[in-house]
């Protein structure tokens, strides 16, 4: 999409994430220290709580209603995770009580104009590859709502033999996810001007 539809888009997201549960409701917190088939194996009878984001290996986010999230991170911490903490957020992110606002996203993008996929890219709704332009409205939509598939998604792209990555953006986060992930590949972290040039003489 245009720069200009791409900005627009993203704070109507924002906005529309934000409004979708009142303040103080939801909540978040990462679990540490614990298998995701188990913490999905513990959540699996809870409808207020689901997974947020699976971010690496021992790194799980969860994320709902606030009372719910508290009661599993009881019951997370009694399965064998080492730490649940809250995490400082203003809503229930990635949580299926944002499915509303993902809808409304969904209404905004019909408006859109996409142009044609020159290079194919990875979801992290499904943690498959997109080579179809006209299924990334309705992936963009679902994502509002469904679990970040990150983890999944650098292990598909390290299967198939990509062994550099470029973080964009302040911090190294994501960097310290990927290493946990898989230790052998190569990061490269992008915060200002001056890391644009070094990063590009290094791989050019």
């Known amino acids: 999409m245009s720069t200009e539809n791409a900005i ?8 529309l994430m934000q409004n979708a549960v009142p303040g ?17 194996e513990v959540l699996a009878d809870r409808s207020g ?8 290996p021992g790194q799980i986010v969860i994320t709902g209603w606030k009372e719910d999230v ?3 991170a009881d019951a997370l911490k009694e399965a064998g995770a080492k730490r649940v903490l809250p995490l400082n957020v203003s ?20 408006q859109v104009d996409f142009s044609d996929l020159q290079i194919p890219y990875v979801t992290n709704v499904t943690a498959e590859y997109v080579t179809d332009i006209t299924k990334t409205k309705e992936l963009l939509a679902r994502q509002v709502a469904s679990s970040v598939r990150w983890q999944q998604s650098m292990e598909l792209l ?23 992930i898989n230790r052998e590949v190569k990061v490269y972290n ?15």
């Not at 627009?8 to 906005?15: D, F, L, N, W």
């Open 24 to 40: 103080g409701q939801g909540a978040m917190a990462a679990v540490l220290g614990l298998d995701a088939g188990k913490i999905e």
């Open 158 to 180: 390290i299967a198939d033999g990509v062994d550099t990555f470029v973080e964009i953006g302040p911090g190294r986060t994501l960097a310290g996810f990927l290493r946990k």
């Open 190 to 204: 992008v915060g200002t001007w001056e890391d644009v040039d070094k990063v590009v003489n290094e791989l050019c």
């Open 91 to 110: 809503g229930p992110f990635h949580s299926s009580l944002l499915k509303q606002a993902g809808e409304e996203l969904g209404k905004e993008l019909e």
């Open 70 to 72: 508290e009661q599993a």
């Open 49 to 56: 709580v689901m997974i947020a984001n699976y971010n690496c």
């Open 8 to 15: 627009t888009t993203v704070r109507k997201r924002g906005i």
